[in-house]
């Protein structure tokens, strides 16, 4: 049994959810709210985060080692290519959404946004919103340029670089922050992944108090 220990928001859990769910293997999801430090909880993440994936008689941690492990334990459908400039890409690309983008858009929009209210630690920053949404736009203009002449963000073919970027806009189209009609490139490029089968389990999610907009699952957004 895989299981996988999550909160629905969280662009690590989401990038985890992809990838399983592209390579078709079931996974049981258990909500853990990670604010609360049950003991059972910090016994498997003694860093206190999730995700935490259970499979094969091990207890992982780390959402890019994890993604690496399951390509090699299942690599088909390739998330990461062969050849090391292309694992270079797909590599920089991931550690680039789940470093630099996090830190100034994720965090700054949906934890500002979202997550202390969850976790009772009060209201949104107003200085933080206004810097988040400062920083998507230069990034999505970077993806565009990206996307000009790529199919996929790291290349050619669809890879894990594409579901660490969709793990963190969908997440924040959740909350409505992500202005389509700036990026076509990058609107189309989102259209296409989230009509991939392996993304109707992150359309379906609902945050009990944050309400998805309507566009969120809507495959014509
Ligand atoms: N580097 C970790 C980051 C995971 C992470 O920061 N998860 C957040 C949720 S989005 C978390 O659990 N935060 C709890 C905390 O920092 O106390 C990974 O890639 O798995």
Not at 91 to 97: E, I
Request: hydrophobic share 40%.
């Amino acid at each position: 049994m895989v299981r996988l220990y999550h909160v629905p928001l969280s662009p690590f859990c989401r990038k985890v959810r992809l990838c399983l769910a592209e390579k078709r293997i079931e996974v049981d999801l258990v909500e853990e709210r990670y604010w609360e430090r049950d003991p059972d909880f910090m016994r498997r993440s003694p860093a206190g985060k999730v995700p935490v994936l259970k499979m094969d008689d091990r207890t992982m941690t780390e959402s890019a080692a994890i993604c690496e492990y399951v390509e090699e334990v299942h690599p088909t459908p390739p998330l990461i290519p062969q050849d090391p400039g292309g694992r270079y890409e797909v590599r920089r690309l991931v550690s680039f959404f789940d470093d630099t983008f996090h830190q100034q858009v994720t965090a700054k929009l949906l934890y500002e946004r979202v997550n202390k209210k969850i976790t009772g630690q009060g209201y949104p920053d107003s200085g933080n919103v206004k810097s988040g949404a400062r920083a998507i736009k230069h990034y999505l203009d970077l993806m565009e340029a990206l996307l000009d002449d790529r199919r996929w963000l790291a290349g050619d073919a669809m890879t894990l670089a594409d579901f660490a970027a969709a793990a963190h806009l969908s997440a924040l189209d959740y909350i409505s922050d992500v202005d389509w009609d700036r990026v076509s490139n990058v609107r189309d490029w989102y259209a296409k992944i989230k009509s991939r089968p392996a993304f109707r389990g992150l359309l379906a999610d609902n945050v009990p108090g944050f309400p998805p907009p309507p566009h969120y699952a809507d495959l014509d957004f």
